[in-house]
């Protein structure tokens, strides 16, 4: 009950108000970070429809949101493919094609085509990415299977059957 009046009252207290250049600043670092409106408004304590409001209002700061939310699909992708090195070079264990992984190639996949515009995107270019894609996800799963295989064969190893 605590946090609802907590929620109320920073969304009243800020109602109204325009975003400071530090709380702008703070709100669009913290959105590149995480991805996330709620956490990036709450580090510059504001409440998130203030953010949306101000959004909708100043066509710079909208900018300057997008940019934010770019460099986090860049930061996800980055994780992708660092998460992929250390599967293949043995620092970290697991299918690299889990639920996880897929979701977050399709949600960088659909940012990328939300970013083109509809004539600047040529069907030639969207089979190519299709291809790309499909030939990405096969070979994510060539890469699960025999990390599994090799994992089946150190343990097997371990507990003195064939290697």
Same mark, same amino acid.
């Given at each position: 009950?605590?946090?609802? /009046?907590?929620?109320?009252?920073?969304?009243?207290?800020?109602?109204?108000?325009?975003?400071?250049?530090?709380?702008?600043?703070?709100?669009?670092?913290?959105?590149?970070?995480?991805?996330?409106?709620?956490?990036?408004?709450?580090? &510059?304590?504001?409440?998130?429809?203030?953010?949306?409001?101000?959004?909708?209002?100043?066509?710079?700061?909208? $900018?300057?949101?997008?940019?934010? *939310?770019? &460099?986090?699909?860049?930061? *996800?992708?980055?994780?992708? /493919?660092?998460?992929?090195?250390?599967?293949?070079?043995?620092?970290?264990?697991?299918?690299?094609?889990?639920?996880?992984?897929?979701?977050?190639?399709?949600? /960088?996949?659909?940012?990328? $085509?939300? $970013?083109?515009?509809?004539?600047?995107?040529?069907?030639?270019?969207?089979?190519?990415?299709?291809?790309?894609?499909?030939?990405? *996800?096969?070979? *994510?799963?060539?890469?699960?299977?025999?990390?599994?295989?090799?994992?089946?064969?150190?343990?097997?190893?371990?507990?003195?059957?064939?290697?």
């Amino acid at each position: 009950m605590g946090q609802g /009046i907590a929620t109320r009252s920073k969304a009243a207290a800020s109602r109204g108000r325009a975003l400071s250049r530090k709380a702008r600043n703070g709100f669009l670092d913290h959105l590149a970070a995480t991805g996330s409106v709620d956490a990036a408004a709450d580090a &510059v304590e504001i409440a998130p429809l203030q953010a949306y409001a101000a959004c909708r209002t100043d066509t710079a700061f909208a $900018e300057a949101w997008r940019a934010a *939310l770019r &460099v986090g699909y860049d930061r *996800l992708e980055a994780m992708l /493919i660092e998460r992929t090195g250390a599967v293949l070079a043995g620092e970290a264990s697991g299918p690299l094609e889990t639920p996880d992984v897929l979701f977050a190639l399709r949600l /960088i996949e659909r940012q990328r $085509e939300a $970013e083109g515009s509809p004539g600047k995107r040529a069907r030639a270019g969207a089979d190519a990415a299709d291809k790309t894609d499909a030939a990405i *996800l096969k070979r *994510l799963a060539m890469l699960s299977k025999r990390h599994a295989i090799e994992e089946a064969r150190a343990r097997r190893a371990q507990e003195g059957g064939d290697p």
